[in-house]
C-alpha cells in the first residue's frame, strides 16, 4: 500500500460507472483517491434530471446482467440488496409491430418458449438450444474475456481461451447466428434488437453477442425502485464510505508530461498532482484534447476511422394523465429495423420511417411522477456525427408523437406539461463526447478485446484510461468492468519493483 512510507494516490476523470468503480476499488486497497467531475452530479451518462415533479434518468434504463452490477457492492463488501430495492419486471418489455400486434416477453421461460412455438413451430425447443448455446458464450465472455485488460496479445496466447474464442463464435456474424435458429421475422427482430446498441449492423457483429441474449431473455430486465439514478447513488456511497472524495463542477482542461509520466492535472478549479491519473472522459477527448500530440495512443486518423456506437434523440417528458397501453418498455418496431439500422451504420443520415423506445418507470414506481401521471423516456437512435439542429428535434418529436397517440389510441401531446430534448450537441457539451456518441465504441469484430483502444498511455507511465471507448465495451455493466480491470491492473502493476522506483 505505501510508496517510501506514504500511501498511493490516484485522480480519477470522471465520476461515471467506470470511474466510480476504478475510484472504489483503489480506495478498497488502501489509496488515496480524488474523482473530478465536470458536471455538477455524479452518474455521467446516467444523471438525473428533476424536472416539474418528474425524476427522469436521463441515460441507461434496461438494467440487465444483475450479478455484474452486484460485483461493484460484493467487491466492496456489502450487497446490491442493502442499497437497492430491484425488482425484476414481468413483462420484461414489449415490441409493437403494429397497433394491432404487440408481442410481450414474459419473465417467465416456459411461458416465453409458448409464445416462440405459437409464432414458429418447432420455436420453443429451439430457443432452449439457443439459450443454452448462449449462457455458454456468456458465462465464458464474461468470466474470461471481458476481464482481460487486453494490453498484450499473451493474454490470449492459452490454448484453452483460443479454442474457447472459436466455440464462443468471435469469428461468425451474429446476424447467421440467428436464422440458423430461426425464420420467423418477429423472432428475428426480437433477438436481434439487443445488438443495435453494440453499434453495427448484426451482420457485422460477432456471433458472441447472443449472450446478449441469454442477458435479455434468461437473466432477465430489473428495476432499481426510485430508478437508475439510485444506483449511481449507491455507488458513490459505497466509494466514499472506502475514502474517496469526489469534487464537481471540475473541468479537466489540461494533463501535462513530465519525465515520463502526467505531472499535472489542471482544471478550471486549480492544479492537482497524484501517483496515478485515470481517465473515465471519453477516450478520444483525453487524447486528443487534454494530451499535447505526442504523448497520444492514437492520432486523429485513428480516430476517424473507428467505427462509433450511435448517439441518439431523446425527449424527456411528463404526461399529466396515465397512458393505457404502455408497458415500463416499448420497443416501436413498425418499420424496417434493416432500413434504420443501415441509416446509423451504412449510410449515415437521419432515418426516414425511425424505430423507436419509450420507457415509462412510471409503470412500475410511483416515485419518479406525481400521482396519476406518466413519465416517459422517448429514444431513437441515429448515427453519430449528425447536424444536430432544433427542427430536426423538434420534427421527429412530432413524428413518434403521432405514432405514440395511434399505438395508444389516446392524445397524448396534449397532456404534455414537461418537455426537454437531448441530442448530439448535448452529448458533446456535457460528456466532451466524440461525434456526439451516446454509447462509445462500437463492439465490432474488428473493435473487440485487443483491437480497442487501450487502458494504458504507451508514453506515460501512471496515465491509464477506463470507460465505454476502451475493453470491454458499452454498457452499465461493461463500464462498471472497466473500472475493476482498470483498477485491478493498476494495483497488479505498482507492485513491481520497477513502477516503485520509477514514482
Ligand atoms: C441514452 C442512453 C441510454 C442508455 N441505455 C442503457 C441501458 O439501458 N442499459 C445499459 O446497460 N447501458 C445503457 N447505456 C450505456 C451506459 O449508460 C454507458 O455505457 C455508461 O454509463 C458509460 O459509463 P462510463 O463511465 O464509461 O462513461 P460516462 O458515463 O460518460 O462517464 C464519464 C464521465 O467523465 C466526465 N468528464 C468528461 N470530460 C471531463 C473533464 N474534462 N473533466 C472532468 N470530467 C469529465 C463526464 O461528465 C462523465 O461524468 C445508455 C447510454 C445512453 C446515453
Given at each position: 500500500m505505501n510508496i517510501k512510507g506514504r500511501r498511493k494516490t490516484a485522480i480519477v476523470i470522471g465520476a461515471g460507472f467506470s470511474g466510480i468503480t476504478a475510484a472504489a476499488a483503489l480506495a478498497a486497497q488502501?489509496?488515496?483517491?480524488?474523482?473530478?467531475?465536470?458536471?455538477?452530479?455524479?452518474?455521467?451518462?446516467?444523471?438525473?434530471?428533476?424536472?416539474?415533479?418528474?425524476?427522469?434518468?436521463?441515460?441507461?434504463?434496461?438494467?440487465?446482467?444483475?450479478?455484474?452490477?452486484?460485483?461493484?457492492?460484493?467487491?466492496?463488501?456489502?450487497?446490491?440488496?442493502?442499497?437497492?430495492?430491484?425488482?425484476?419486471?414481468?413483462?420484461?418489455?414489449?415490441?409493437?409491430?403494429?397497433?394491432?400486434?404487440?408481442?410481450?416477453?414474459?419473465?417467465?421461460?416456459?411461458?416465453?418458449?409458448?409464445?416462440?412455438?405459437?409464432?414458429?413451430?418447432?420455436?420453443?425447443?429451439?430457443?432452449?438450444?439457443?439459450?443454452?448455446?448462449?449462457?455458454?458464450?456468456?458465462?465464458?465472455?464474461?468470466?474470461?474475456?471481458?476481464?482481460?485488460?487486453?494490453?498484450?496479445?499473451?493474454?490470449?496466447?492459452?490454448?484453452?481461451?483460443?479454442?474457447?474464442?472459436?466455440?464462443?463464435?468471435?469469428?461468425?456474424?451474429?446476424?447467421?447466428?440467428?436464422?440458423?435458429?430461426?425464420?420467423?421475422?418477429?423472432?428475428?427482430?426480437?433477438?436481434?434488437?439487443?445488438?443495435?446498441?453494440?453499434?453495427?449492423?448484426?451482420?457485422?457483429?460477432?456471433?458472441?453477442?447472443?449472450?446478449?441474449?441469454?442477458?435479455?431473455?434468461?437473466?432477465?430486465?430489473?428495476?432499481?425502485?426510485?430508478?437508475?439514478?439510485?444506483?449511481?447513488?449507491a455507488m458513490v456511497t459505497v466509494a466514499e464510505s472506502k475514502g474517496v472524495k469526489f469534487m464537481y463542477d471540475v473541468d479537466v482542461r489540461e494533463l501535462t508530461p513530465g519525465d515520463g509520466s502526467v505531472e499535472r492535472v489542471l482544471t478550471g478549479k486549480g492544479v492537482f498532482t497524484a501517483d496515478v491519473i485515470i481517465s473515465s472522459a471519453d477516450y478520444h477527448f483525453t487524447e486528443q484534447v487534454l494530451l499535447p500530440p505526442a504523448y497520444r495512443?492514437?492520432?486523429?486518423?485513428?480516430?476517424?476511422?473507428?467505427?462509433?456506437?450511435?448517439?441518439?434523440?431523446?425527449?424527456?417528458?411528463g404526461v399529466s394523465k396515465k397512458i393505457g397501453r404502455l408497458r415500463h418498455h416499448n420497443l416501436f418496431f413498425e418499420n424496417s429495423f434493416d432500413a434504420h439500422a443501415a441509416s446509423i451504420y451504412e449510410r449515415p443520415a437521419y432515418p426516414r420511417n425511425p424505430l423507436y423506445y419509450v420507457c415509462c418507470p412510471s409503470k412500475t414506481d410511483d416515485s419518479v411522477a406525481p400521482e396519476g401521471m406518466e413519465n416517459l423516456f422517448l429514444l431513437i437512435p441515429v448515427a453519430p456525427g449528425l447536424e444536430d439542429t432544433p427542427a430536426v428535434r423538434s420534427s421527429y418529436f412530432e413524428h413518434i408523437m403521432a405514432r405514440l397517440e395511434a399505438y395508444c389510441g389516446e392524445p397524448i401531446k396534449e397532456h404534455i406539461i414537461s418537455y426537454t430534448d437531448y441530442a448530439g450537441e448535448d452529448f458533446i457539451r456535457d460528456y466532451n463526447a466524440y461525434k456526439g456518441n451516446a454509447y462509445g465504441l462500437a463492439n465490432t469484430l474488428r473493435q473487440t478485446?485487443?483491437?480497442?483502444?487501450?487502458?494504458?498511455?504507451?508514453?506515460?507511465?501512471?496515465?491509464?484510461?477506463?470507460?465505454?471507448?476502451t475493453v470491454p465495451g458499452p454498457g452499465v455493466p461493461p463500464a462498471i468492468l472497466s473500472g475493476q480491470l482498470v483498477a485491478d491492473y493498476i494495483i497488479a502493476y505498482t507492485k513491481r519493483s520497477h513502477y516503485e522506483t520509477s514514482l
Open positions: 488502501g489509496w488515496e483517491v480524488q474523482v473530478l467531475e465536470k458536471n455538477s452530479t455524479p452518474g455521467g451518462r446516467a444523471r438525473v434530471l428533476k424536472k416539474d415533479g418528474f425524476t427522469f434518468d436521463m441515460g441507461p434504463s434496461w438494467y440487465w446482467m444483475p450479478e455484474v452490477i452486484g460485483s461493484y457492492f460484493q467487491r466492496l463488501g456489502t450487497s446490491v440488496e442493502d442499497h437497492l430495492d430491484l425488482k425484476r419486471l414481468d413483462p420484461s418489455y414489449q415490441v409493437i409491430f403494429s397497433r394491432h400486434n404487440t408481442l410481450e416477453v414474459p419473465a417467465d421461460m416456459s411461458a416465453l418458449r409458448e409464445r416462440f412455438e405459437s409464432l414458429e413451430p418447432g420455436a420453443g425447443r429451439k430457443l432452449d438450444r439457443f439459450l443454452r448455446e448462449a449462457r455458454l458464450k456468456y458465462e465464458k465472455g464474461m468470466g474470461e474475456f471481458a476481464a482481460k485488460p487486453s494490453l498484450s496479445i499473451r493474454e490470449f496466447a492459452r490454448w484453452n481461451l483460443i479454442r474457447a474464442a472459436v466455440r464462443l463464435d468471435l469469428f461468425r456474424s451474429f446476424s447467421a447466428h440467428v436464422r440458423s435458429y430461426f425464420r420467423h421475422p418477429e423472432l428475428l427482430q426480437l433477438l436481434e434488437f439487443p445488438v443495435l446498441f453494440l453499434g453495427a449492423m448484426p451482420k457485422h457483429i460477432p456471433a458472441l453477442y447472443s449472450m446478449m441474449n441469454y442477458a435479455d431473455l434468461s437473466l432477465g430486465t430489473w428495476y432499481p425502485m426510485g430508478g437508475f439514478g439510485k444506483l449511481v447513488e495512443n492514437y492520432s486523429a486518423s485513428y480516430w476517424e476511422k473507428r467505427v462509433m456506437a450511435p448517439s441518439c434523440l431523446l425527449y424527456y417528458i478485446a485487443l483491437l480497442k483502444p487501450v487502458i494504458k498511455n504507451r508514453k506515460l507511465d501512471n496515465l491509464y484510461y477506463t470507460g465505454q471507448l
